[in-house]
């Protein structure tokens, strides 16, 4: 298959990349390479490669700079995403996009979230990342296929470049730089990998949108807890992991049943977690 990736050098991007060079042709050219935003750039480079697939990882992913930059966001995340859209509409090939669960957001329950709820994220980025899910089916009916993202996390040790992320910030917290976080907040953290061996499934999809990450059982307070335990990080006097306070309640959790539906299924937060610190050990026993 030959597929296109965009945001190739990006944290979920890069690791695309990886896992599918081994048994397919992938173009994944840089920013400077392809700006989605610039469509006869998209196009040069589309018509040129004529990728079987489009994978749309490209983003403005960080939510304070969306908010802080509201045009550059805009044009990138919502704009980009309906420039390739248009164009796979042209080429008549699938488009997957890397949507959010921060579409969600309004829900104060501890209920996980359904893709037929409606959504009133509280949050430009979630915002953008909805009008985009919507404009790419609306070109795409047929052959869009969003995907509502969780919170990501690798463990320090991938040789893949690795921002900060749930995981990292409790293996690198202290008593001096403590983390917070909120025990009124439930919401999925997946590990990146668990997306990645999810994709090829994911290429056949009938188009629509789908919940795509680990879901929650506990607060992700309670969660960080279980997890210093794991990591045998004394938390004395909850010195290393402290209450977000000033948050409201809110779900970001999503319902595993739709993907379900299609024999996809991602491991419940605090399982994930473990499978990574396994896997890491066993390779760095190795
Ligand atoms: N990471 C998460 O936890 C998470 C959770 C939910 C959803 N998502 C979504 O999943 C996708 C991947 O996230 P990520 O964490 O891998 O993001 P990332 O590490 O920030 O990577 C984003 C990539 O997009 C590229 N990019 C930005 N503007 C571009 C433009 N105008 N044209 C072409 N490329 C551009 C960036 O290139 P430069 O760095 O060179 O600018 C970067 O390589 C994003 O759509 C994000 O919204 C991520």
């Known amino acids: 298959m030959k597929l296109l990736i965009t945001g190739g050098n990006g944290f979920l991007g890069s690791r695309i990349l990886s896992f599918f060079s081994n048994s397919n042709h992938c173009l994944a050219p840089s920013h400077q390479e392809l700006d989605i ?21 490209a983003a403005i992913s960080d939510v304070s700079y969306c908010e802080s930059h509201t045009e550059l966001s805009n044009a ?77 996390y690798d463990h320090s040790a991938s040789p893949f470049k690795t921002k900060s992320n749930f995981l990292t910030q409790l293996m690198n917290a202290n008593e001096q730089s403590p983390v917070f976080f909120s025990d009124l907040e439930y ?37 960080a807890a279980e997890m210093l335990e794991i990591l045998k990080k004394k938390n004395n006097g909850m010195s290393i992991l402290q209450k977000r306070t000033n948050v409201s309640p809110r779900s970001l959790s999503m319902s595993q049943d739709k993907l379900q539906v299609h024999h996809i299924s991602f491991s419940e937060n605090l399982t994930g977690l473990q499978s990574c610190l396994t896997h890491y050990s066993n390779n760095c026993m190795n």
């Open 37 to 57: 935003t610039n469509l006869k750039q998209c196009q040069n480079i589309l018509y040129k490669w004529q990728p079987d697939i489009v994978i749309h990882t």
């Open 187 to 223: 919401r999925g953290i997946t590990w990146v990998w668990e997306v990645i061996q999810n994709l090829s499934t994911a290429f056949s999809l009938p188009a629509g949108i789908y919940n795509f990450g680990s879901y929650a059982t506990t607060t992700t307070y309670q969660l």
């Open 76 to 152: 990138i995340n919502v704009n980009g995403s309906v420039n390739l859209a248009y164009i796979c509409k042209e080429l008549k090939i699938p488009m997957l996009f890397m949507s959010s669960d921060q579409v969600y957001s309004s829900n104060h329950t501890a209920l996980p979230n359904n893709e037929s709820d409606s959504c009133h994220p509280l949050t430009l980025y979630g915002r953008q990342k909805l009008e985009a899910e919507q404009r790419i089916l609306d070109l795409l009916p047929d052959q869009g296929i969003c995907l509502r993202l969780s919170w990501m």
